[in-house]
């Protein structure tokens, strides 16, 4: 059985920083691309950002471009979303996502069907 359990989240004040990790059990972690989703209240879930199995391709959303990292540690089976330069609209509920397969385009990357498995997700919120 897969799990994915994220942590890190939590409150800080705008232009600030978080870094949110998700362990990832139950199957090979090296062999599939990671996925960053996020969800704020009354709007759909969207893409953040996500990582091909080896790290060597990343791709990102327009609106967190040059201020989130997305990485992973294949030996700690564990990926990471760094968030710097916090934005009150980036005020949701995080939740990391394993893929299907090991390094999806990035038009798959971006959708929620590209993924299989989902954590519980993590709270941020940014204050003004």
């Known amino acids: 059985q897969v799990q994915l359990v994220e942590s890190g989240g939590g409150l800080v004040q705008a232009g600030g920083s978080l870094r949110l990790s998700c362990a990832q059990s139950?199957?090979?972690?090296?062999?599939?691309?990671m996925g960053w989703f996020r969800q704020a209240p009354g709007k759909e879930r969207e893409f953040v950002a996500s990582i091909s199995a080896s790290g060597g391709f990343t791709y990102y959303a327009d609106s967190v471009k040059g201020r989130f990292t997305v990485s992973r540690d294949n030996a700690k089976n564990t990926v990471y979303l760094q968030m710097n330069s916090l934005k009150p609209e980036d005020t949701a509920v995080y939740y990391c996502a394993g893929g299907r397969r090991s390094a999806p385009p990035s038009f798959y990357a971006r959708r929620a069907v590209e993924y299989d498995y989902w954590g519980q997700g993590t709270q941020v919120t940014v204050s003004s």
């Open positions: 139950g199957r090979t972690f090296s062999s599939y691309a």
